[in-house]
C-alpha cells in the first residue's frame, strides 16, 4: 500500500542511508500521568542501551509450566499443523508457537501481571495491548539461528504499525548461557532506522519466520553500529527478564549445546499506533502475527497464585 508520508522507508530497490529516529525512546516523559515500577536511572539506560537486563525477575519454579506447555504442544497433532506452529528449518522440530496470550491462560494472566503491564506504560506513555505473542524454542544440538534485523522494520513494513511505540518483553524459561544461542543486541542501535534493500515477497512470513531474508540490514552499516556499540548477549537463569525497544538490531546464533534454550515473548504495543496497512508488503500478515481485532487496553491481573511467594526480586 502507498502511504503519503511515511518516516521510515525500507524494502526499497537501491540503498539508502541511514536515519535517525523520529520518536521517542521512552514515551512517558511527554505523558507525565504515565508513571511506573522504573526508577529514572533504568528509564535512562533504557534510553540510552534499548534494552534493560532484569536477573530473576521471577524465580525458576515459576517458569516451569510454561516449559512443560511447551513440551505438552508438542505433542499435540492438531496444533502441530496449524499455521501459528513454525519448524525449526533443520530439525522440523518446534521453533515457534505464536499467539500464545490465546492459547494459554497463564500466558495471558503473565502479559497483564501488574509490573510488567506497568513498565510497558510507563516506557510507551499510553495504554497498551499484545500486538504478538509467542513461545520460543532451541532444543540442545539442534536450535537455528537468526540474522540480524530490527523488529519494528519488519512489523512497519509487512504489518503497517506506524511508529516506533512498542516495547518486547523475552522470559527465560530456561537458563540462558553463551553455549545455547542467546539473543544478541547491539547497544544504542535502536537510535537509527535502517532501510532495507529488496521488495517483500508474497506471503513472506511463510518463510522468513524459519529464515529471515528479506528486511536483513546490510552487512557495514552492521559493523559500523557494533563498532560503536558493541555486541551484548544478556545471560542469566531462568525466569530473568529482557526488555528491548522494538527498533533494537538483534540476533541469535544456534545451540550448540546439549542444553535448550526456551524463552517466552510478547510485545505491548501502544493503543495509539495500532496497525494501519503494510507500507511495504503486498498484503496483511495474519492475525496471530500482528494483532487487528483483540487491540482492547489490557487490564492488570493482580492475583497470580503461582508466582507468589516465589522471592521475586525487586527491580534493579
Not at 507525565?32 to 515500577?37: E, K, L, N, Y
Not at 495491548?129 to 540480524?148: E, L, P, V
Not at 548477549?233 to 550448540?256: I, R, T, V, W, Y
Request: charged residues 25%; proline residues 7%.
Amino acid at each position: 500500500m502507498s502511504h503519503s508520508h511515511d518516516l521510515y522507508l525500507s524494502r526499497l530497490d537501491e540503498a539508502r542511508p541511514v536515519t535517525s529516529r523520529q520518536d521517542p525512546v521512552v514515551h512517558s516523559r511527554a505523558q507525565h500521568r504515565w508513571s511506573g515500577p522504573l526508577d529514572e536511572v533504568s528509564l535512562s539506560r533504557y534510553e540510552r542501551d534499548g534494552y534493560l537486563w532484569l536477573e530473576g525477575f521471577f524465580s525458576e519454579e515459576s517458569m516451569q509450566p510454561f516449559f512443560q506447555a511447551l513440551k505438552d504442544m508438542a505433542a499435540d497433532s492438531d496444533l502441530m499443523e496449524s499455521e501459528q506452529v513454525i519448524a525449526d528449518p533443520a530439525s522440523g522440530a518446534i521453533r515457534s508457537v505464536f499467539g500464545m496470550h490465546e492459547i494459554s491462560e497463564r500466558f495471558s494472566r503473565l502479559t497483564r501481571d501488574p509490573r510488567l503491564l506497568g513498565i510497558a506504560r510507563q516506557l510507551l506513555g499510553s495504554e497498551v495491548y499484545i500486538h504478538q505473542s509467542r513461545i520460543n524454542d532451541k532444543f540442545g544440538f539442534q536450535g537455528s539461528g537468526f540474522d540480524w534485523h530490527s523488529d519494528f522494520e519488519t512489523w512497519h513494513a509487512e504489518d503497517g504499525m506506524p511508529r516506533m511505540r512498542a516495547v518486547s518483553v523475552s522470559l527465560m524459561l530456561t537458563d540462558n548461557n553463551e553455549f545455547n544461542g542467546p539473543l544478541m543486541v547491539i547497544p544504542g542501535s535502536h537510535q537509527y532506522f535502517v532501510p532495507c534493500v529488496g521488495k517483500t515477497p508474497d506471503a513472506n512470513w511463510r518463510s522468513s519466520l524459519k529464515k529471515q531474508e528479506a528486511g536483513v540490514p546490510d552487512k557495514d552499516t552492521l559493523a559500523i553500529l557494533a563498532g560503536r556499540g558493541g555486541i551484548v548477549a544478556p545471560k542469566g537463569p531462568a525466569g530473568s527478564l529482557l526488555l528491548f525497544e522494538c527498533n533494537l538490531l538483534h540476533a541469535s546464533n544456534e545451540n550448540m549445546s546439549p542444553w535448550p534454550r526456551s524463552n517466552l515473548f510478547f510485545v505491548y504495543n501502544s493503543v495509539e499506533n495500532k496497525l494501519d496497512e503494510p507500507y511495504a508488503a503486498p498484503g496483511r500478515r495474519p492475525e496471530f502475527l500482528g494483532a487487528r481485532k483483540n487491540t482492547e487496553p489490557l487490564q492488570m491481573y493482580d492475583y497470580y497464585p503461582e508466582l507468589a511467594g516465589q522471592g521475586v526480586r525487586p527491580l534493579q
